[in-house]
């Protein structure tokens, strides 16, 4: 008689690391003063600091993360900046 083979242990499964929701201001370059927000219900993320009152909102979708919303932010005073610097 033969011995039963033991069932193999699935691998456990891998944890992802929660992103952050908090970053700092491009304009006053405080430390974790930006807080991004996601109204699911009205499909509008917005990111405020806390400290220099600067605003950005954009539209949301379901796969949208508060590190995302930070990024479009960033990317728009790249893109203001660099039309600025050549219409000098």
């Known amino acids: 008689m033969g011995k039963r083979k033991?069932?193999?242990?699935?691998?456990?499964?891998k944890r992802m690391d929660k992103l952050d929701?908090?970053?700092?201001?491009?304009f006053?370059?405080?430390?974790?003063s930006v807080e991004c927000r996601i109204d699911m219900k009205n499909l509008i993320g917005e990111?405020?600091?806390?400290i220099c009152q600067e605003s950005f909102s954009t539209t949301v979708n379901a796969l949208t993360e508060p590190i995302d919303i930070y990024?479009?932010?960033i990317d728009e005073?790249?893109?203001v900046n660099n039309v600025e610097d050549d219409g000098d």
């Not at 033991?6 to 499964?13: F, H, I, M």
């Not at 929701?21 to 491009?26: E, I, L, N, Y």
């Open 6 to 13: 033991s069932r193999a242990k699935p691998p456990p499964k």
């Open 21 to 26: 929701t908090v970053f700092s201001c491009p």
């Open 28 to 32: 006053c370059n405080h430390g974790s």
């Open 47 to 50: 990111a405020n600091c806390r």
């Open 71 to 73: 990024s479009e932010w």
């Open 77 to 79: 005073c790249e893109r």
